[in-house]
């Protein structure tokens, strides 16, 4: 059902039912496609006008192939870690009577800065099973590569090129407008003694958690991440009476930092603190934290540890020896990845984790996305900790993920129901992948 035009208010893209990527010609004759897993967008309508903004990571590329995904994420076409995001700015957003919608704007892309145009259609209105209204918007559109300083030209012996210079962006978009009063429940604030603690998580990513942590005695609070939805927590610390000190960021990516700046709004004298290595990543950080430092706020000690791997800069946060805040690191029967923007190495997750786990056996694991755990438990019943430890052996299966013939060492779960695998590659060298990209002799 097309509508014919965006109903007031703000729009916010949601990134688990939206696609954004790209096809391209190779050899003039088979198109090729690209998909990026880490985007943010939001449209604004008011009194007929509306304006639409967002930007992409180009390190989240997916094209199907792993090869081709590093080949194109590199310095030859987008350079992703000299240009850390492609983002849009429009100028103008029409939509006709019948849904038919034209989005022009301003897309840096490379380093260069240009107007394109965008069509297709704004379809909805939908109210869904989360009691948020919902709109869907397809665009599409053809920009030319060199005109982007995306120079890459090696040519057919024909003279043709190998890959076109026309590229068709494609944006498959769902967005739900920003009501309060849709936002799912969040945990309870608990207190213990002058302890208090509040968890709220994102469903829009992942299940991502926000932490509140504050003092009563003294009346100061941090905020661990951002990622919303922030209202919650930002209430109780008005009805506490609290003063948020700071904001500190277990690492950079979107799902950890997508509502701070609604934070820094309410509270501009928070510092926003994360490690020196994903500080690019976040605009709005006013400082940095290093492994080894300990921040003292009120009745808060907050101890900075040592996580990378996820990110590069990937930090936990032990709160007064009880809270350890793990990040995107260590999870309730799970392990995180190495295939984000800006990860590192397996070795550097490794030990990481394995540094939280010489923490004592009561000290509670409050990670980047799922349900609380403890030291003591994820020792006792963690899939990959126990073969970490070196309690339980690593396996021997072979397999072929992502076309290259690797070892099984633990098969588990990614907390949310699908296969986690960490694999140990012909060259000796670990990772983690999604069960999605292996294939087992078993199942040949």
């Known amino acids: 059902m097309s509508i014919p035009s965006v109903p007031d208010g703000t729009w916010t893209v949601d990134p688990l039912f939206s696609n954004i990527g790209y096809e391209v010609k190779h050899f003039g004759l088979v198109t090729s496609r690209g998909w990026f ?56 957003f029409e939509v006709d009577p019948e849904g038919g919608a034209v989005l022009k704007g301003m897309l840096d892309l490379h380093g260069v800065r240009r107007e394109i145009e965008l069509e297709g259609r704004v379809e909805g209105l939908i109210r869904d099973g989360g ?26 012996p024909s003279g043709d090129p190998l890959v076109s210079d026309e590229v068709k962006l494609i944006l498959e978009l769902t967005a739900t407008r920003d009501d309060r009063a849709a936002v799912p429940e969040p945990d309870g604030a608990d207190v213990v003694g002058d302890a208090l603690l509040q968890r709220v ?65 309410r509270h501009p004298d928070a510092e926003v603190l994360v490690h020196a290595a994903d500080r690019p990543g976040v605009g709005l950080a006013t400082g940095t934290v290093h492994a080894g430092e300990a921040i003292e706020t009120g009745g808060l000690r907050v101890e900075v540890l040592s996580t990378p791997g996820h990110t590069a800069g990937g930090v936990s946060f032990l709160v007064n020896g009880r809270y350890l805040f793990s990040g995107d690191t260590l999870y309730r029967d799970t392990i995180s990845t190495v295939e984000m923007t800006g990860h590192t190495t397996f070795a550097d997750l490794r030990r990481g984790i394995e540094g939280l786990l010489a923490l004592p056996g009561e000290v509670e694991v409050l990670s980047g996305h799922g349900e609380p755990t403890t030291i003591s438990r994820e020792i006792d019943e963690n899939p990959f900790v126990r073969v970490m430890l070196g309690t339980d052996p690593e396996g021997t299966e072979e397999c072929t993920a992502l076309g290259r013939k690797a070892r099984i060492v633990v098969l588990g779960t990614d907390g949310h129901g699908s296969e986690r695998v960490w694999i140990r590659w012909e060259d000796g060298v670990d990772d983690v992948v999604p069960g999605l990209v292996l294939e087992r002799a078993a199942e040949a």
């Open 131 to 156: 009691g948020r209204d919902r709109i869907g918007v397809a665009l599409d559109g053809a920009i030319s590569r060199r005109a982007f300083n995306l120079r890459f030209d090696r040519r057919l």
């Open 37 to 92: 897993r880490g985007f943010s967008g939001a449209i604004e309508a008011a009194g007929g006008r509306i304006a639409a903004s967002g930007w992409v990571e180009p390190g989240s590329l997916e094209t199907g192939d792993w090869a081709r995904d590093e080949h194109v994420k590199g310095r030859l076409f987008l350079a992703f870690e000299d240009f850390g995001r492609i983002s849009f700015e429009s100028t103008s």
């Open 201 to 265: 998580s994102n469903p829009a990513f992942g299940n991502a958690n926000t932490y509140l942590v504050g003092d009563l005695a003294s009346r100061k609070a941090v905020l661990v991440d951002a990622g919303g939805p922030v209202e919650p927590v930002l209430a109780t610390i008005d009805a506490q009476g609290l003063e948020l000190t700071h904001v500190l960021l277990t690492h950079d990516h979107l799902d950890h930092v997508a509502e701070l700046d609604a934070v820094r709004e």
